[in-house]
């Protein structure tokens, strides 16, 4: 290989690299605001494995495309190509950087999901979009009961009991872990908020204890990330994260109301359908009804 043809390629594989490393931090706003620890964690890693499939595929892209440009056969020439057998020392390159690049990739997401399973202080990630607490997260060493929440076809529903209150939204203070104790009535349902970048599944006859630390201040979208039936796509509520004063003032409103039926998409919806029914020759499953709880999250909020 001659001088210039290893500058070339010297260029293109520095350039790839360039490009690969803006890719990964361009990832960061493909994302939703982060509104916990463990997003910023996870975005990181997001990032760096966008890195590394961005230096990939421009990678093969590019040896594509100089293959055509530099190395194609002459015009008119239709012969064979040289009966080149097997290189070892290329297949054992080719071979050894996968092997390296899955284990590097395996040992970066294992020392993720390590560090979010500790109750320790994170340190944010300053972002353009959404900067995130400046100081380190501190998590109390005195925790409170968990929160208590309730999956079924198709609502959720908070109980907190040390005050007890019951709610069809979900408070939480800012900058405090927040614990959690899910249960599902009836099938499998998941517990994922985007803005958090969480997911557990729920899974029923199990009480799964989730934690995890909220330092956005915000309204906040909960989705059933499980097909749990017809109307799963309806099962979501509002999660509020807000200041500890607020979160206190909230909890005493809120145990300070009588308990009502919240509102229910699911049971709407399946009542509309009820009284235009097709019939698709097989069963629906009707929803639970509402939750009576002392406050009912309303779909008309907005949220991030």
């Known amino acids: 290989m001659n001088p210039r043809t290893i500058i070339r390629l010297t260029v293109l594989a520095i350039a790839d690299l360039l490009v690969s490393l803006w890719m990964g931090q361009q990832a960061y706003n493909w994302m939703p605001p982060q509104a916990s620890a463990e997003s910023m964690l996870v975005d990181n890693l997001f990032s760096f494995m966008t890195t590394i499939g961005s230096f990939i595929f421009f990678g093969v892209m590019g040896t594509l495309l100089y293959s055509i440009i530099y190395q194609r ?8 190509g040289p009966p080149i057998e097997g290189n070892i020392k290329l297949e054992v390159v080719w071979t050894a950087i996968p092997i390296l690049l899955v284990i590097w990739i395996a040992g970066f997401s294992y020392q993720t999901y390590d560090r979010m399973s500790i109750l320790g202080a994170i340190e944010p990630r300053a972002m353009g979009m959404a900067t995130a607490a400046a100081d380190t997260l501190a998590v109390e060493a005195v925790t409170p009961e968990p929160i208590e929440v309730y999956a079924r076809q198709w609502a959720w529903e908070f109980y907190y009991p040390e005050q007890d209150v019951r709610s069809t939204e979900l408070h939480l203070p800012i900058n405090e872990r927040a614990q959690l104790l899910l249960s599902s009535e009836d099938v499998l349902h998941g517990f994922f908020v985007p803005a958090f970048r969480i997911k557990q599944d729920v899974v029923p006859g199990r009480a799964i204890d989730f934690e995890f630390t909220p330092i956005r201040a ?7 990330s499980e097909y749990s039936g017809t109307y799963f796509a309806a099962n979501q509520t509002n999660v509020v994260v807000e200041s500890a004063d607020a979160y206190q003032q909230w909890l005493a409103l809120a145990a300070a109301t009588p308990p009502t039926p919240a509102e229910n998409v699911a049971y709407e919806e399946f009542n509309r359908a009820t009284e235009n029914a097709v019939d698709l020759g097989w069963q629906t499953i009707k929803p639970a009804p509402a939750p009576v709880v002392n406050y009912a999250s309303s779909e008309e909020d907005s949220y991030e």
Do not use: M, Q, V
């Open 73 to 80: 056969a002459p015009k008119y020439d239709s012969s064979d």
């Open 218 to 224: 915000g309204r906040y979208r909960l989705r059933d």
